[in-house]
């Protein structure tokens, strides 16, 4: 097991000098004068020094030897390692975000503050929020929730998939219809996975590409993964804009909050992109002035400019702040200017957790997929429209009693 060395750095011009940790003071740790001891606590109960660090006696088995402060004293604690914490008044250690001592469809989730005044970082047996619908499985440690049986939160070559506890898990094996026997890896249908590019992993585990499938771009006759570059420009997405009785067909169209300029790319709202020095790119594509000074950013809604850090603009519990999504290495210097939480029971904070998911918008102040019926009426689907906004449009061949109702 690795041993953490603590040590403090001082640097003085350029110089520098290594102090050792404050346990290394004979002083303050009786171990300190043994060979190596500056690696060792003293522990009174039995009058023996201790490799810190390090799991079992003489804590039990699950916890390890810590360093704590009494005082001006360093003293020998038992705690959990990182990764993990105990139930209240226990010294068993389990991992958070597993099952661990939890009933079946419950994780173990770390207490917020719970560093009592022995140093102990605390759990508890939670049940996972509920998703959009049974296609969304919960994934404790980013609070999110992702497609089942897709790559997800998990690292390449495993998918997310619904355990016999209740809880999703990161897994691959030999005997899923997922499993690609050339690398042990698991991949998701229709995504690129193992394959080259312009084929797709398919059921079967092969790699291939058929004309009849959505995801076939016709000019490069290849197929490419949805809601992807794919074989698409800077500032597209690879995404279904047709839907009809002979199937779907997905085209390279601007990606979200993005809008094509005079050069065929497309660029991020209220970013400079192609535009002059002192212009930025507004929707439909043109260059416009910037309306702000120095220091001020520009709200669309209200078409205005505020400093960042105002409440006027915004809902109670929320203030102005730059448009952290907003990427300036590849988008440049976004002027927008948008409304965040200032405490984490404001709603604005669910509503952007949910926007930032592939294929999931906010209609109707809930978190539903789009392409799907979700709430709108009997024949119709949620789409996202040429204006960008989330409504219920009648599909093809369909009386509709709601239709084009967009979000408010």
């Known amino acids: 097991m690795a041993v953490w060395i603590w040590m403090t750095v001082l640097l003085c ?29 003293y522990w009174p109960s039995d009058g023996k020094c201790y490799t810190i660090y390090k799991k079992g006696h ?43 001592p939890c009933r079946a469809g419950e994780y173990f989730a770390p207490v917020e503050e719970s560093f009592n005044m022995r140093g102990e970082r605390q759990g508890m047996c939670v049940k996972p929020q509920q998703c959009a619908d049974e296609t969304l499985l919960y994934w404790p440690p980013d609070g999110r929730c992702y497609y089942r049986l897709t790559q997800g939160p998990c690292y390449p070559g495993a998918i997310l998939d619904l355990g016999g506890d209740g809880l999703a898990y990161c897994t691959c094996v030999p005997d899923s219809p997922h499993y ?13 996975g193992p394959c080259e590019r312009g084929q797709l992993f398919l059921p079967g585990a092969r790699c291939g590409c058929d004309p009849q499938l959505p995801q076939y771009h016709s000019e490069t006759a290849g197929c490419y993964e949805l809601d992807s570059l794919g074989p698409c420009s800077k500032g597209h997405v690879f995404a ?31 970013t400079r992109g192609p535009c002059a020095q002192d212009e930025m790119i507004s929707r439909g594509g043109r260059c416009v002035k910037v309306p702000c000074g120095r220091g001020r950013l520009y709200v669309p809604e209200r078409r205005r400019c505020y400093r960042p850090g105002t409440a006027e603009p915004c809902r109670v ?16 210097l976004s002027y927008n200017g948008v409304c965040v939480c200032e405490n984490q029971h404001c709603g604005r904070k669910e509503i952007s957790s949910c926007s930032s998911r592939k294929g999931t918008a906010i209609f109707d102040g809930a978190c539903h997929i789009l392409n799907t019926q979700g709430p709108c009426s009997s024949g119709s689907w949620l789409i996202r429209d040429s204006d960008d906004q989330i409504v219920c449009q009648c599909r093809p061949g369909f009386n509709c009693t709601q239709q084009n109702k967009p979000y408010s």
């Open 13 to 41: 011009g350029s110089h520098a000098a290594v102090l050792p940790p404050p346990w290394a003071d004979v002083k303050r740790n009786p171990c300190a004068s043994h060979p190596r001891g500056w690696l060792m606590l």
């Open 58 to 100: 003489p804590c039990s088995e699950t916890q390890e030897l810590s360093p704590g402060r009494l005082g001006g004293r360093t003293v020998a604690e038992c705690k959990c390692p990182p990764g993990t914490a105990q139930l209240p008044h226990t010294k068993m250690c389990h991992k958070l975000f597993e099952k661990g």
């Open 180 to 192: 690609w026997a050339p690398d042990g890896g698991c991949y998701a249908h229709y995504s690129r």
């Open 240 to 270: 279904i804009t047709e839907v009809s009785g002979n199937g779907s067909r997905a085209e390279c169209r601007c990606k979200n909050f993005h809008a094509r300029a005079a050069d065929g790319a497309c660029y991020r709202l209220y």
């Open 317 to 332: 519990g929320e203030h102005l702040a730059f448009d952290f999504d907003a990427r300036p290495a590849l988008d440049g």
